[in-house]
């Protein structure tokens, strides 16, 4: 899977967070996919967690997310950088996506720098 794929993921899965459609950003998803995220103080198991994080986090904080750059980490692998910005002020973050043969999204390591 070309690192162009994985970009392709990120970034049909940016347009959806900002545009608060939480249905379309779900579709970049497996069903059992998982966001784990240090920053919120919790990991989001499958569709229903996911769901609650893209609602919460985004759609609650009315964040816009900006794509900054890609770094490779394999073959369906790769960290992406992100600046956010919302009611929240202001964060760059990184998130690690590891998408399957599809280029569905298997899990997202996030962080803030």
């Known amino acids: 899977m070309p690192t162009k794929t994985v970009r392709g993921t990120a970034d049909a899965l940016i347009a959806a967070l900002n545009a608060f459609d939480v249905d379309k950003a779900l579709s970049v998803f497996t069903s059992d996919a998982v966001i784990d995220d240090p920053s919120t103080g919790h990991r989001f198991d499958g569709y229903a967690g996911i769901r609650d994080y893209i609602e919460r986090y985004f759609i609650g904080y009315h964040t816009v997310t900006r ?5 490779a980490m394999g073959e369906t692998r790769a960290r ?3 600046d956010f910005t919302g009611d ?3 964060e760059i973050g990184l998130l690690d996506i590891s998408v399957n043969a599809d280029g569905l999204i298997m899990r997202i390591d996030a962080d803030l720098e």
């Open 67 to 71: 794509f900054l750059s890609l770094k």
């Open 80 to 82: 992406v950088r992100v």
């Open 88 to 90: 929240f002020g202001h």
